[in-house]
């Protein structure tokens, strides 16, 4: 080991130790509801720093260009043996590239792989028939770069999963002097992230029969929508399974030609989607991408706002005023689950609360127990979805529980989160990642209100593992079909994050929403006493949560391999956790 690695390495521990004992007297002072973020990063500290575990290998970090030199280069030796193995491979996908427009010089030449064809995407006489050349066709936007093994990872990624009919990857940009910069390491198929980008670009390969069942490229189109429409209709016709999603960067679009917004030839395909597919909604442009609004029943269903607390009379107040005064939605009904208050001033207030319409107050004197003060009110919730709110939750957009209800409505949906906000108006939770801290993190944390976040998903609706139940809506049946919050092992830690797991191994999806806004006065509510049973109850859950959860964890398909566990804030990973390339066959 260098000096200067040596040095490093003890920066990184006496900041950590200092970071600990700050963090373990924050968590003494707290009064949250949900302490599970400082639990799970103080208990990782414990186990490296106090258990006497030794830290995890740090590599020196650098820019995206140190990244891509260290990680994402193949030497010629590589590209040598890479050839003869492409030689010797029995199997050849034949590959029909259809290029939207002139491709960076250079690109197609350089391909390791050359069992290709090439015709320009508009130039396809009617009634073509690509299946009977082809086995795989792919569409590429104009001016994109391919780097030398692009066509070679596809060729052998669509081989090793035969299942697969669309496949996509990773992209990034490059500069005015060609150097690489802004990558998107984008997630596993993503359904609502689809919606409000098209994850397909700059290319998307399609198995040459669902091409021709989806009725090829419309030629007529612009080639931003050209490739979206393209896509959406693919989409229509496969199963999510279907859709194969390569952790590399297989493409290189110019950072000039980049558009960053939604564009109104977006918004008709997208429209165009709707009908086809008879969703009741419409696309939106965006500065960001687009926004799917999903029309409301008639009637819209009633909503049971669930909200347990103990004493915390500012908080309650402030929270339930600003549910009752903001919220625009019509039809909901508020349950207080008062879980042992002994304060004269909040009784007094309970009271005048229960006293009026459309407010239930729960007298519920167990000791503190989450999931199960939620599992409780949920049985004697009249909605048909229920809403689980913190007591330190303030409503600051109108139409947050409208949004919420009208994604949680959609088929195949879960839970539904919502971007909650510190009070200075940074993000809190922007969706769960999984792995981050551990067992989990929030993503975006920190992030300014306005900023648009790796690949702008901190501004666009999308699917994650989980969401956190500070804000969240669910329909009621599912909540029971589930069982609910897991009062059993999960008293106080995780249990929100397992709920949503169990949801997904169900087969719903659990969507996130920029659109509704909320503040979120975390660590503002109950006392945290991080010592003796409290850690011991902790680290039994999150034990409870690898056992059940395992690998899961350290792979979630709405993150990305090249991204850190370490950090909120979607920072490389140093190293990535996959092969810089794929196995060969």
């Not at 001033?345 to 127990?369: C, H, P, S, W």
């Not at 922007?430 to 975006?444: N, Y």
Request: proline fraction near 7%; aromatic fraction near 8%; include cysteine.
């Amino acid at each position: 080991m260098s000096s200067a690695q040596l040095q490093r390495r003890i920066a990184l521990l006496e900041h950590e130790t200092q970071s600990l004992e700050t963090r373990l007297l924050e968590m003494q002072q707290s009064t949250s509801w949900r302490v599970t973020a400082p639990l799970r990063w103080a208990s990782r500290c414990l186990q490296r720093v106090v258990g006497g575990a030794p830290l995890p290998q740090v590599e020196e970090r650098g820019d995206y260009a140190d990244w891509v030199e260290r990680y994402d280069m193949i030497d010629p030796a590589a590209t040598d043996r890479r050839r003869r193995e492409i030689d010797a491979s029995p199997k050849r996908q034949r590959l029909l590239l259809l290029p939207a427009g002139e491709l960076s010089a250079g690109t197609l030449d350089a391909q390791l792989y050359k069992e290709w064809t090439q015709r320009p995407a508009g130039s396809l006489p009617e009634g073509f028939n690509a299946a009977a050349s082809a086995d795989w066709v792919i569409w590429i936007e104009p001016g994109c770069t391919l780097p030398s093994h692009a066509l070679w990872v596809i060729a052998q990624q669509s081989t090793a999963h035969p299942e697969a009919r669309l496949i996509y990857a990773d992209e990034d940009e490059l500069d005015a002097n060609g150097r690489r910069i802004n990558p998107f390491f984008k997630p596993d198929w993503n359904p609502d992230l689809f919606l409000s980008r098209n994850l397909f670009a700059s290319w998307v390969a399609i198995e040459a029969h669902l091409f021709d069942e989806s009725g090829g490229v419309r030629a007529e189109l612009p080639p931003p929508e050209q490739g979206y429409d393209l896509a959406l209709r693919c989409v229509e016709r496969v199963r999510s399974e279907q859709i194969r999603h390569i952790p590399h960067v297989l493409a290189h679009r110019r950072a000039s030609e980049v558009e960053f917004g939604g564009r109104p030839g977006g918004v008709a395909v997208l429209n165009a989607h709707f009908a086809r597919t008879t969703t009741a909604a419409r696309a939106e442009a965006t500065q960001f991408g687009y926004r799917t609004r999903y029309a409301l029943p008639s009637s819209p269903p009633l909503v049971s706002l669930i909200i347990p607390t103990r004493n915390a009379l500012p908080l309650v107040r402030q929270c339930i005023e600003s549910i009752v005064l903001e919220t625009d939605y019509p039809n909901y009904e508020i349950l207080l689950v008062d879980n042992g208050s002994d304060d004269p001033e909040a009784l007094a207030y309970f009271a005048a609360l229960n006293a009026q319409q459309g407010i239930t107050v729960i007298r519920d004197e167990r000791a503190f127990n989450y999931s199960a003060l939620n599992n409780a009110a949920v049985a004697r919730a009249q909605g048909e979805l229920v809403a689980l709110l913190n007591n330190d939750i303030e409503v600051i957009s109108p139409g947050w529980l409208a949004e919420m209800v009208s994604i949680a409505l959609q088929p195949g949906v879960g839970a539904v989160g919502a971007k909650l906000l510190y009070p200075d108006t940074t993000v809190q939770h922007g969706g769960v990642i999984l792995g981050v801290g551990g067992i989990a993190g929030h993503a975006h944390k920190h992030l300014a209100r306005s900023d648009p976040g790796h690949g702008r998903r901190a501004q666009l609706a999308q699917s994650f593992s989980a969401v956190t139940a500070a804000c969240l809506v669910v329909r009621k049946a599912l909540y029971e079909q589930v069982g609910g919050l897991d009062e059993e092992h999960l008293t106080v830690a995780f249990n929100d994050i397992d709920f949503c797991l169990r949801l997904r191994e169900a087969g719903y999806r659990n969507v996130w929403t920029p659109e509704a806004e909320l503040f979120h006065h975390e660590s503002a509510t109950r006392v945290s006493d991080f010592s003796g049973p409290a850690l011991q109850r902790f680290l039994r859950e999150e034990q409870f949560m690898r056992g059940r959860w395992g690998a899961l964890l350290q792979a979630d398909p709405a993150y990305n391999p090249n991204l850190s566990l370490a950090a909120e804030d979607f920072s490389y990973a140093w190293p990535p956790r996959t092969p810089w390339l794929p196995p060969s066959t």
